[in-house]
């Protein structure tokens, strides 16, 4: 049973526009939220965070938004760039669990020039 | 800086082999994490050491075998691997196990058992 879940598994967007990758979670403890972005080859770089008590966290072109009612998070990426090109994961972590990181199946943004 | 490094980048061996997976971070965290991801799939948590004690063991087969000599080493011992086990081998750190603490990854072990 997936308690993390990005249910597309791929994106494709022009240069410029916006990427809108979505990711929905089951666990109602689940209270902090990370986004990793993953090259061919590479560990999964940390990217952007969220904590429950939050419902939006910017960091330069990122954007992360927080539903808590729809357990329902979203990475916004604008403007999108060639480089963004990578398997974007959620994942998400129960604080009375540790720190285990359930992660989502990953997201593969393609952005063209 | 946030880099954690991995050892050998790439290794390839045999069912009957012995090897060692090693990762090296000079942060001060003293939470060390193995997962292992297989292609297309997410990363899967096998180990988690917090203060040089094994804290998390995803029942992992014992063929698999972690070492935290120290604070900044997390080695990851393999023998009698089955083919199977091919995937890449992720470490992780963070500043501790508890509290909103980040995750960072390692560059990957790629590892392929014939």
């Known amino acids: 049973d997936q308690q993390v879940k990005q249910n597309s598994p791929s994106l494709s967007v022009q240069e410029g526009r916006i990427s809108i990758l979505n990711c929905d979670y089951t666990n109602s403890m689940f209270d902090y939220f990370l986004w990793y972005k993953k090259y061919p080859a590479e560990g999964p770089t940390f990217l952007i965070s969220?904590?429950?008590?939050?419902d939006k966290n910017e960091d330069g072109r990122f954007t992360v938004f927080l539903n808590k009612s729809a357990k329902h998070l979203s990475l916004h990426i604008v403007p999108s760039q060639p480089g963004d090109s990578a398997v974007y994961f959620c994942?998400?972590?129960?604080?009375?669990?540790?720190?285990?990181?359930?992660f989502g199946g990953g997201t593969r943004l393609m952005v063209k020039p | 800086d946030t880099e954690v490094t991995q050892t050998p980048k790439h290794l390839v061996m045999g069912m009957t082999n012995k090897k060692s997976l090693k990762c090296e971070q000079h942060m001060g965290h003293r939470a060390m994490y193995w997962y292992k991801q297989k292609a297309k799939k997410p990363p899967e948590l096998m180990f988690v050491y917090s203060y040089e004690k094994l804290s998390i063991n995803e029942s992992v087969p014992s063929r698999f075998s972690p070492e935290c000599p120290n604070s900044s080493l997390l080695n990851l011992h393999l023998h009698a691997l089955q083919p199977e086990d091919s995937a890449l081998y992720l470490c992780?750190?963070?500043?501790?196990?508890?509290?909103?603490?980040?995750?960072?990854f390692g560059p990957g072990t790629r590892l392929l058992v014939l």
């Open positions: 992780a750190s963070s500043r501790g196990q508890g509290g909103w603490e980040t995750q960072y």
């Open positions: 969220i904590s429950s008590i939050k």
């Open positions: 994942a998400a972590r129960d604080n009375n669990a540790g720190n285990m990181l359930t």
